[in-house]
């Protein structure tokens, strides 16, 4: 079995999730279905060969449907009205059928399984390849570049992190507002 | 088929963001997209074998063979982008779901339009 | 939040310390098989979750403070750029891995690949500080019905 007919199957599980999540009335089965996309991407992670992801993928998923949980879970969730005023609901689905043909053409030239790594040899992907375990000593050679080659790229991802991290805190903070006398 | 199929995803995402009125299902749309990219990178960076089973992680198992793992494995550079990607992806989307926890609190509700009512 | 059941608690003792030494396995490790400082990180922080669904916020922030995660997250990621710096300091240039090319290491050893160990653990330090904090504060967050518009302080004092 290729692995072209593997991607296909679990991308149209994941692309079955999405659309449950993003049609759902009810908010908590929306952020289960969310779950099931999640899971969908790692183990597609897991057969195009990218361990670190999946490890990563699957404990951030189990995170994020925590976090989901919390901000849906209330006794009184009062159903919404769907979607935005017409006009606009079929200007933005036109839109997004448009894209779906449009993508169908534009990556039909991009073919599966031939990286650019390997129609040229004098690009960084090759030189880490064959030259990670020496010149880092690490066995991992995605470690040896997310730590080593490209340590600037994780030193802005801490940034970010930290940054998501004081906005999360500022905006949930219930003491800013006794001083003003709490909101009007 | 597998570029356009995971296009396919993104575009739901990107709808979701568009069209719906709820903000928890928008922080869901933001989700979908992100997960969508991050596999299109892992996509690109697949080196396809005859074998399934050829196919190597960018992890060196041994020092011996090195012009093997050089010719089968995958490419590592999507693979660290990505990871980074990933973590930062939770981050943003807590941070988020903090801004909806704290509309709710004001407003009382998760609908949108009728938060722009209730503002004025 | 008030905690779980005594059936949860049970199986939440027996089984942290496994996730714990997972989370640790797999960011010490990090330069030999799949893993790293971000995954071990988001399952350490995955751990102190499961404690404070189980045995209620009070009880986590009673071990864990809220003080004490923030100033690991500072920790982590302080230890990362004083490691870049002292790339600086000793091989010429930010990010080098000046121990490795000091010292270098047996390959496949757990003592090998210079300072990529350090920044696993700087990284492992700082997602699982940080994805606990914002835990921490959305699960004190009270979400309040519409009539109800007076803010509820309590939860917030009582830490």
Redesign the interface.
């Known amino acids: 079995m290729g692995i072209e007919i593997i991607m296909t199957v679990i991308m149209g599980f994941t692309l079955l999730g999405a659309v449950i999540a993003v049609e759902i009335k009810n908010l908590l089965s929306a952020v289960i279905a969310l779950g099931t996309v999640g899971m969908g991407v790692s183990i597609a992670f897991l057969f195009l060969m990218a361990p670190d992801l999946a490890i990563v993928q699957i404990a951030v998923e189990a995170l994020l449907l925590i976090f989901l949980i919390r901000a849906t879970l209330k006794p009184d969730i009062r159903a919404t009205h769907a979607h935005i005023h017409p006009v606009g609901l079929g200007l933005v689905v036109l839109l997004c059928l448009g894209l779906i043909v449009f993508g169908f053409f534009a990556f039909q030239p991009l073919e599966f399984g031939k990286p650019v790594m390997a129609q040229r040899s004098e690009i960084p992907s090759s030189h880490y390849l064959r030259e990670g375990l020496r010149e880092t000593g690490a066995a991992n050679i995605v470690t040896a570049v997310i730590l080593d080659y490209r340590g600037y790229d994780t030193l802005g991802e801490a940034t970010v992190i930290f940054t998501a991290v004081i906005g999360a805190l500022t905006v949930l903070r219930a003491k800013a507002h006794r001083k003003k006398g709490g909101p009007k | 088929m597998v570029f356009p199929l995971c296009f396919a995803l993104f575009v739901v995402g990107l709808y979701c963001v568009l069209a719906k009125r709820n903000t928890v299902k928008i922080v869901i749309g933001l989700a979908v997209m992100e997960y969508a990219t991050n596999l299109f990178f892992i996509l690109l960076g697949y080196r396809k074998q005859p074998r399934l089973a050829d196919v190597q992680a960018p992890i060196r198992v041994s020092v011996a063979n090195l012009d093997d793992f050089f010719f089968k494995a995958v490419d590592p550079l999507p693979q660290a982008l990505v990871l980074t990607s990933i973590v930062i992806g939770v981050g943003v989307t807590a941070l988020a779901l903090a801004l909806c926890i704290r509309l709710y609190q004001r407003y009382g509700t998760f609908d949108i339009d009728e938060m722009r009512r209730l503002k004025g | 939040m008030k905690g779980m059941t005594i059936i949860v608690q049970t199986i939440t003792r027996l089984v942290k310390i496994f996730i714990l030494l997972y989370g640790l396995y797999?960011t010490l490790t990090?330069?030999?098989?799949?893993?790293?400082?971000?995954?071990g990180g988001?399952?350490i922080?995955?751990l102190y979750?499961l404690l404070t669904?189980a045995y209620g916020r009070q009880w986590a922030l009673r071990r864990f403070p809220r003080r004490l995660a923030g100033s690991l997250?500072s920790v982590?990621?302080f230890i990362?750029?004083i490691v870049?710096c002292l790339g600086f300091g000793f091989g010429g240039m930010?990010?080098v891995?000046f121990l490795?090319r000091f010292f270098?290491?047996r390959?496949?050893a757990l003592l090998?690949?210079?300072?990529?160990p350090l920044?696993?653990i700087a990284?492992c330090l700082?997602?699982a500080a940080?994805?606990f904090?914002?835990?921490i504060?959305?699960?004190?967050?009270?979400?309040?019905?519409?009539?109800d518009?007076?803010?509820d302080?309590k939860q917030?004092e009582e830490e």
């Open positions: 797999l990090g330069h030999l098989t799949p893993g790293g400082g971000f995954a988001v399952v922080a995955c979750i669904l997250d982590g990621g990362f750029l870049a930010f990010f891995n490795e270098p290491g390959p496949f090998s690949a210079g300072t990529i920044n696993n990284i700082k997602v940080s994805l904090l914002v835990f504060v959305m699960a004190g967050a009270r979400l309040l019905e519409k009539k518009r007076t803010y302080y917030e």
